[in-house]
């Protein structure tokens, strides 16, 4: 008996599986398929899917179905909120590489200048280095094809020189005092995408330099603000750009090296981060939080409650620390900041943030496009729903908030904020904060516009101090690369006094010289276009020490922690 009982148990289990399938089969085919003057018809999943369907099978002219099921996608999820989108095929890569840990290319940061593409600086170790391509090349061909001109962007460079990597790119090259064409072929490698833009310590004569000319006229003030120079403490400054896959490594890397330099107190520059991967912040708000703190948390209709709490492993739970914020700070830079605040862990100083309270999750379709669909909303240990107001469908409406806050004046004055929630809610240790349309930030300070004259404006707006800095850096190029660090740099630079040859290039493109507005301006200038020179021979290492001296923010941070 025992010899025939197997075969025969496989043998039902067989027919009563095929049964079943066939049962379920019959009725999602009867869902799927329906019969009309005879003939079986698919049942397409929607009325969409029908109307596309046929218009790609009947309509009178062959027409790219394809493409107008982009159009459709892009047009369905604008009825959404402003944060959910659809994304192409064709475009995946790219918006995928902005938050990526590293991309295929030929490792360059370029500009794009007179209608023609300018290396800034060659990426070290990158693939352009390896073959001699130069800082101040001007690459006029790609694949032997013209590649200067108006039609030239941003988008076209890196379609142009990023993709697979392994894969060859023939590029040529112009340099400065040449008339010739040189050509490299160029394979593609890996470049890493940083998020961390700097990392410096702040000490000493530095610190005292950051009161500017009012520590110059009355060094008794700045003694009482910061002390004896000698004995003042050590500031670490980190600037984040982005949370990106690597944002977390970078920046616990960044604060260790500076620990082991000295700092006791520590800066996060959270400015003009728009944000990205909510687990990057929460691993970086981590390092500063007890164990317990709540840092965030998200829920959704069909996601449930999700509370990220601190593990009380952090390295940094004691240290003094403040955090700079502006209207561009957003998503993962706001659950940075909320959760400093709220936990009383930090200062927060700037101006109030962006306002972006909603999760996204991407989610691919079969042809290679996907969606970035809102699934929650996020909200502050507090309570808080940092998201302003929107509605639904109205992207252009949201996207005019930052420009409605221009002109009413909050980018200036804490008075002229306007925020939608009225509820108070408490922090940690009971401080009143509000959500509702960003963070609002502990200590705030407005744009000083003492300096501005519409000469100033003019030139900035325009992006001629830029070009200038550019175009007589590659002038200069074989003298600038002999300094090795920004002070020194910056000190060569200001005994140059190349005032006067900026004022003559602003008049060539059309902008007279007014000697009352660039004397009032001058100051300004003078530290724009030296930290954009210094930029682009010492990169950003060397630009936000100098460009951060005399910020404002920057100053009243240092104030705050050495209060």
Not at 9 to 32: D, H, M, P, Y
Not at 123 to 147: Q, R, T, W, Y
Not at 455 to 460: A, D, K, Q, T
Not at 468 to 474: H, I, K, L, S, V
Request: aromatic residues 10%.
């Amino acid at each position: 008996m025992k010899k025939y009982v197997f075969p025969t148990l496989t043998i039902v289990c067989l027919l009563l599986g095929f049964l079943i399938g066939n049962a379920v089969s019959n009725k999602v085919n009867a869902q799927r398929f329906y019969i009309q003057n005879g003939q079986l018809f698919q049942q397409p999943e929607s009325k969409v899917d029908q109307l596309l369907q046929l218009m790609d099978q009947a309509y009178v002219d062959e027409i790219n179905v394809d493409s107008i099921t982009d159009e459709v996608m892009m047009e369905l999820v604008k009825r959404l909120d402003p944060h959910s989108a659809y994304i192409p095929k064709e475009d995946l890569e790219m918006v995928n590489s902005e938050l990526s840990a590293s991309f295929s290319g030929i490792g360059v940061q370029f500009s794009i200048q007179n209608d023609t593409v300018q290396v800034v600086a060659v990426i070290s170790g990158g693939p352009s280095e390896g073959i001699g391509v130069l800082a101040g090349d001007k690459i006029v061909m790609v694949n032997d094809s013209n590649f200067t001109g108006k039609t030239i962007t941003n988008e076209k460079v890196m379609h142009a020189l990023r993709g697979p990597k392994g894969t060859e790119v023939k590029i040529g090259v112009m340099r400065s005092g040449s008339s010739e064409v040189y050509d490299f072929t160029i394979t593609r490698g890996e470049i890493p995408v940083h998020s961390v833009d700097a990392k410096f310590i702040i000490e000493g004569d530095e610190v005292m330099r950051r009161l500017g000319d009012e520590a110059k006229k009355a060094p008794q003030n700045a003694t009482s603000v910061f002390g004896d120079p000698a004995e003042a403490m050590k500031i670490g400054f980190v600037r984040v750009n982005r949370f990106g896959e690597n944002t977390y490594d970078e920046f616990i890397a960044a604060m260790a090296s500076l620990k082991g330099q000295g700092a006791t107190a520590y800066i996060v520059d959270l400015r003009e981060n728009s944000g990205g991967y909510m687990d990057q912040a929460i691993q970086m708000a981590n390092e500063f939080l007890a164990k317990g703190d709540l840092i965030v948390y998200s829920e959704g209709r069909a996601y449930p409650r999700f509370d990220a709490r601190a593990n009380g492993s952090g390295r940094f739970q004691r240290e003094k620390l403040v955090v700079l914020i502006d209207n561009f700070s957003a998503s993962a830079s706001e659950i940075f900041a909320g959760a400093m605040q709220d936990n009383d862990r930090a200062t927060i100083i700037g101006r109030r943030s962006f306002g972006k309270g909603l999760v996204q999750q991407q989610i691919p379709f079969a042809d290679g496009s996907a969606v970035r669909l809102t699934v929650a909303r996020y909200y502050t240990p507090s309570g808080r729903s940092i998201q302003k107001p929107y509605k639904m469908g109205e992207g252009e409406d949201y996207a005019m908030d930052l420009i409605n806050r221009f002109e009413h004046g909050e980018f200036y004055s804490a008075d002229s904020v306007q925020i939608a929630d009225s509820t108070v809610y408490l922090t940690k240790n009971g401080r009143v904060v509000r959500g509702g349309g960003g963070i609002m930030p502990d200590v705030f300070v407005g744009r000083d516009t003492t300096l501005y004259t519409p000469y100033f404006n003019i030139v900035v707006n325009r992006a001629y101090t830029y070009q200038f800095a550019y175009q007589y850096t590659d002038r200069h190029r074989k003298e600038l690369s002999r300094y090795k660090d920004w002070q020194s740099l910056e000190k060569h630079l200001l005994q140059a006094d190349w005032v006067p040859e900026f004022v003559a290039f602003a008049q060539e493109k059309g902008v007279e010289p007014n000697a009352e507005q660039l004397a009032k301006s001058k100051p300004l200038l003078v530290r724009l276009i030296n930290a954009y020179i210094v930029r682009n021979i010492l990169n950003d290492e060397g630009f936000f020490p100098l460009f951060e001296r005399d910020d404002d923010i920057t100053i009243k941070a240092v104030e705050e922690l050495t209060k």
